[in-house]
Structure formats: structure tokens, C-alpha cells
């Protein structure tokens, strides 16, 4: 690893204190896009005046969101506390997209705790004025190994409407190739064969997606720290399944700063938020590191290499890091 692995951001304050003076995020802040194109606000996603500061006078066609459900977001699992601030954000979201257009959350399943908070956050939304459209899981290549379960090796990503949008069906192809033969029908009087009625010698994506490979500190894409990363392809397959050109793309847990940096290479406008400045500034520093240098993400290295270098404050508190992993080891 180069330049310092980062631990796990957002559940290290100590290290959160150290990063936030390269930080050019304090909270109720907002990055324009001198090119006109993105924006990334420190504000509150479940604040209905930020985030209508943020969006101003437009909407949006897409949404896609990463929300915490974990212990970092809550030092207790409630449930109920995680589905009433989700009621928030999600009314936010339904309020700045426009008629016709199409909401993607990101959601975790317990198994030790009932498969929380999907359960309850699934009723909540059957309430909410969205339309369920699908349940789609991700296939992570590396699970969470057990001798006495199940290896958890999927994402649950949930898929919702506002109205009835449009849906880009040539744009859900995988790469997977059409091997499978054997599926017989009738069509205009004539038997056909699986193979021959699609438009692709590829099978398009369903609501189970095993084709995408999990972020690693191998990949170019790769941000060392951001524990939720998730990949560029899958995003991708969302934006251009769900949105067009110009539109614009919100994502109120920027994270990583993944959407942002799909809607840039696809040619779509994102505005974006997180409440840390610290994940407000990687997402920064990811989109101008994929316009300066064309990279997507940092392999082995991370977003702060250089403020590590010279600061000797993080460096030190970095090295004990490093040092007491070692010893547990």
C-alpha cells in the first residue's frame, strides 16, 4: 500500500479532526461547477430548505442513494429512529424530481437483527407516494465468512418510481454472453429459440446482478477510507437505464463521490451532499483527479497522500494505526 492505507472513515473521529483542515467543506456549503454542470453541498439530507438551496429552481430524473444504516450512523441498531429520518430525506427526494423519474436505494439487511432496517424501511416506503418497481441484489464477490451460516455475499439495492418513467432497455445489457439454449416460442406463427429473439448476443441485466465486481485496493477506481464505496458499473447501470443525457442525477450520501463521477463520464449533472466535509471533499478531489489525470479513483494510495506526507500530526496517528494492526495480527 502506498502513501498511508486510510482506516475506515467515517468511524474514526480522530481521524475526521485531522483531515478537515484540507478540507475546503464547512457545513451549509456549496460547490458550484465553474463548467456549469455538478453541485456538492455539506448539507443535511433530511433538511427540506438545504436541500431545496441546493436544487433551486431545477429537478431531477434520477436518484440514487447510499443512506448509513449501520452502528457509524446510529450507536444503537433502532430501527425506528433510522425509518423516521428516512422519511425525511425520501420526501426530499420525491420533492425535487420531476414528474416521471425514477428513485435507487442502496440498503442493507441485518441477519442477527431481523433483516433490519429493510423490513421496516420497505413498509415505510408502502406509505410514501413512490411506486415499487423492483428488488435488486448485488453479488459481492467476497462475503463475510461464517462456519455457522451462510456466507453474506449480496446487496440489496431497491428500485422506485414517481409516475412512470421512461426506461432505457438497450442500455441493460451485460456482459454476459447468451449460452443457454433451450427456450422455445411462438412468434408471428414461427418457433423460435431464446438465442435468436434478443437484440444482443448478450443476456440483459434482471434484478440479479452478478457480472459487477466489488471494489477493491486493486482497482483503479478504488478510494482507500470509504468503507461504502460502491462501483462505477453499477451506477452506470442505473444512470443510463434511468436518466438521459443533461439530465440531472441526485445523491444525497455522496460518499465516495461514485454518482458524481458516473454522471461525469456520462454525460449527466449530478447534485450531490453529504453532512461531513471530509466525504464532500473526496468527492471533489475525485471528479477534478478524474479530469486532470482521467483517473477514476486511487488504487492503493488515497485522496490525502500528500497532506500525509507533510503533516506530521496525521502521519503519526496514521503510523500507530498501522502499528496496532500489526500487533492484532
Same mark, same amino acid.
Given at each position: 500500500?502506498?502513501?498511508?492505507?486510510? =482506516?475506515?472513515?467515517?468511524?474514526?473521529?480522530?481521524?475526521?479532526?485531522?483531515?478537515?483542515?484540507?478540507?475546503?467543506?464547512?457545513?451549509?456549503?456549496?460547490?458550484?461547477? =465553474?463548467?456549469?454542470?455538478?453541485?456538492?453541498?455539506?448539507?443535511? !439530507?433530511g433538511d427540506s430548505s438545504e436541500i431545496s438551496y441546493l436544487m433551486g429552481s431545477e429537478?431531477?430524473?434520477? !436518484?440514487?442513494?447510499?443512506?448509513?444504516?449501520?452502528?457509524?450512523?446510529?450507536?444503537?441498531?433502532?430501527?425506528?429512529?433510522?425509518?423516521?429520518?428516512?422519511?425525511?430525506?425520501?420526501?426530499?427526494?420525491?420533492?425535487?424530481?420531476?414528474?416521471?423519474s425514477s428513485l435507487y436505494i442502496w440498503l442493507g439487511a441485518d441477519q442477527k437483527n431481523?433483516?433490519? =432496517?429493510? =423490513?421496516?424501511?420497505?413498509?415505510?416506503?408502502?406509505?410514501?407516494?413512490?411506486?415499487?418497481?423492483?428488488?435488486?441484489?448485488?453479488?459481492?464477490?467476497?462475503?463475510?465468512?461464517? &462456519?455457522?451460516?451462510?456466507?453474506?455475499?449480496?446487496?440489496?439495492?431497491?428500485?422506485?418510481?414517481?409516475?412512470?418513467?421512461?426506461?432505457?432497455? @438497450?442500455?441493460?445489457?451485460?456482459?454476459?454472453?447468451?449460452?443457454?439454449?433451450?427456450?422455445?416460442?411462438?412468434?408471428?406463427?414461427?418457433?423460435?429459440?431464446?438465442?435468436?429473439?434478443?437484440?444482443?448476443?448478450?443476456?440483459?441485466?434482471?434484478?440479479?446482478?452478478?457480472?459487477?465486481?466489488?471494489?477493491?485496493?486493486?482497482?483503479?477506481?478504488?478510494?482507500?477510507?470509504?468503507?461504502?464505496?460502491?462501483?462505477?458499473? !453499477?451506477?452506470?447501470?442505473?444512470?443510463? !437505464?434511468?436518466?438521459?443525457?443533461? /439530465?440531472?442525477?441526485? @445523491?444525497?450520501?455522496?460518499?465516495?463521490?461514485?454518482?458524481?463521477?458516473?454522471?461525469?463520464?456520462?454525460?449527466?449533472?449530478?447534485?450531490?451532499?453529504?453532512?461531513?466535509?471530509?466525504?464532500?471533499?473526496?468527492?471533489?478531489?475525485?471528479?477534478?483527479?478524474?479530469?486532470?489525470?482521467?483517473?477514476?479513483?486511487?488504487?492503493?494510495?488515497?485522496?490525502?497522500?500528500?497532506?500525509?506526507?507533510? /503533516?506530521?500530526?496525521?502521519?503519526?496517528?496514521?503510523?500507530?494505526?498501522? @502499528?496496532?494492526?500489526?500487533?492484532? &495480527?
Amino acid at each position: 500500500m502506498q502513501n498511508f492505507p486510510l =482506516p475506515r472513515i467515517d468511524s474514526d473521529e480522530e481521524l475526521q479532526k485531522l483531515l478537515i483542515p484540507y478540507c475546503r467543506f464547512r457545513k451549509g456549503d456549496v460547490w458550484t461547477d =465553474p463548467t456549469g454542470k455538478h453541485k456538492i453541498g455539506c448539507l443535511d !439530507a433530511g433538511d427540506s430548505s438545504e436541500i431545496s438551496y441546493l436544487m433551486g429552481s431545477e429537478l431531477a430524473s434520477l !436518484a440514487v442513494h447510499d443512506p448509513p444504516y449501520n452502528f457509524v450512523a446510529f450507536e444503537e441498531m433502532d430501527e425506528k429512529k433510522f425509518v423516521e429520518w428516512s422519511k425525511l430525506w425520501v420526501n426530499n427526494s420525491y420533492n425535487s424530481l420531476m414528474q416521471n423519474s425514477s428513485l435507487y436505494i442502496w440498503l442493507g439487511a441485518d441477519q442477527k437483527n431481523h433483516f433490519q =432496517p429493510l =423490513p421496516d424501511f420497505m413498509l415505510m416506503m408502502k406509505t410514501s407516494d413512490f411506486n415499487s418497481r423492483s428488488f435488486i441484489t448485488m453479488r459481492n464477490q467476497r462475503g463475510y465468512g461464517t &462456519q455457522k451460516n451462510w456466507m453474506s455475499v449480496r446487496q440489496e439495492l431497491l428500485y422506485y418510481t414517481k409516475d412512470n418513467p421512461a426506461f432505457n432497455v @438497450d442500455a441493460e445489457y451485460t456482459d454476459i454472453p447468451k449460452i443457454l439454449k433451450g427456450y422455445y416460442k411462438f412468434v408471428g406463427g414461427k418457433e423460435t429459440e431464446n438465442t435468436e429473439r434478443g437484440k444482443s448476443e448478450f443476456i440483459r441485466a434482471g434484478n440479479v446482478w452478478v457480472d459487477i465486481q466489488q471494489v477493491f485496493y486493486r482497482m483503479e477506481e478504488n478510494v482507500n477510507g470509504c468503507y461504502a464505496q460502491k462501483p462505477l458499473k !453499477a451506477i452506470e447501470r442505473i444512470i443510463n !437505464a434511468s436518466s438521459n443525457r443533461q /439530465d440531472i442525477v441526485i @445523491d444525497f450520501f455522496a460518499h465516495s463521490g461514485t454518482t458524481l463521477l458516473s454522471s461525469e463520464i456520462n454525460n449527466r449533472r449530478c447534485f450531490t451532499t453529504d453532512l461531513s466535509p471530509v466525504f464532500c471533499e473526496i468527492s471533489l478531489r475525485r471528479l477534478e483527479n478524474y479530469r486532470n489525470l482521467g483517473k477514476t479513483g486511487w488504487q492503493n494510495s488515497n485522496p490525502f497522500a500528500e497532506e500525509i506526507l507533510t /503533516d506530521k500530526k496525521l502521519k503519526k496517528y496514521l503510523n500507530s494505526i498501522l @502499528d496496532l494492526n500489526s500487533n492484532n &495480527q
